[in-house]
C-alpha cells in the first residue's frame, strides 16, 4: 500500500521553501497524509538528502506518531517527546528533531518518507535512523514519501 504525503509549503520535486532551510528559519514544514491502512499502530517519518557528499545525510527522525495522526503541522518543536508521544531520532546534525536542507553546494534532493507500522516502537529518543529502520523491519504496513529540492 502506498500513503499520499503532501505539504502546502511544496510540491513533489518542487523547491523548499527558504524558510524551512539552514538560511531561513530552520521549521520543519507542515506534512498531510492519507491512505493509514487498518491495522496500523504507530507512524515514523525520515527525511533525508540522498545528494549530501558524504553519503545520505539524515534531517529528521521522527517515530510513534499516533497511528490515527493525519497531519504535522510546521515548526514541530525539537523536544526529544512530543504531547502525542512521538519521539525524535537523533539527525546527522547530531541533534533532535527537524534540520532543514543546508546542502554545500548544488540542488539536493529530500526526501520526507512516512511509514504506517503495525507496532509501537519501543526506541528510546535520541534513536539514529539506522536503529529506527532495524526496529521497523518486518512491521512496515505502508509507506509515502514527498520529495523537494534545495539549492544554496
Not at 88 to 95: A, I, S, Y
Not at 113 to 137: C, F, H, P, R
Request: proline residues 7%; glycine residues 12%.
Amino acid at each position: 500500500m502506498t500513503i499520499t504525503l503532501t505539504s502546502s509549503a511544496f510540491t513533489e520535486g518542487a523547491m523548499i521553501p527558504r524558510r524551512h532551510t539552514c538560511d531561513g528559519e530552520d521549521t520543519s514544514p507542515d506534512l498531510k497524509w492519507s491512505g493509514v491502512p487498518n491495522g496500523t499502530q504507530s507512524l515514523a517519518l525520515i527525511c533525508d538528502d540522498p545528494d549530501a557528499p558524504v553519503g545520505t545525510w539524515v534531517h529528521w527522525v521522527l517515530f510513534n506518531l499516533p497511528a490515527d495522526a493525519t497531519a504535522l503541522p510546521a515548526g514541530i518543536p525539537a523536544d526529544s517527546a512530543l504531547k502525542t508521544g512521538a519521539r525524535h531520532g537523533k539527525n546527522d546534525f547530531r541533534k533532535l528533531g527537524y534540520g532543514g536542507p543546508c546542502p554545500p553546494g548544488g540542488l539536493h534532493r529530500y526526501f520526507f518518507k512516512i511509514y504506517a507500522l503495525d507496532t509501537v516502537l519501543t526506541l528510546e529518543s535520541g534513536s539514529t535512523k539506522v536503529q529506527l529502520l532495524a526496529a521497523m523491519k518486518g512491521h512496515t504496513l505502508a509507506e509515502g514519501q514527498l520529495m523537494g529540492r534545495y539549492k544554496r
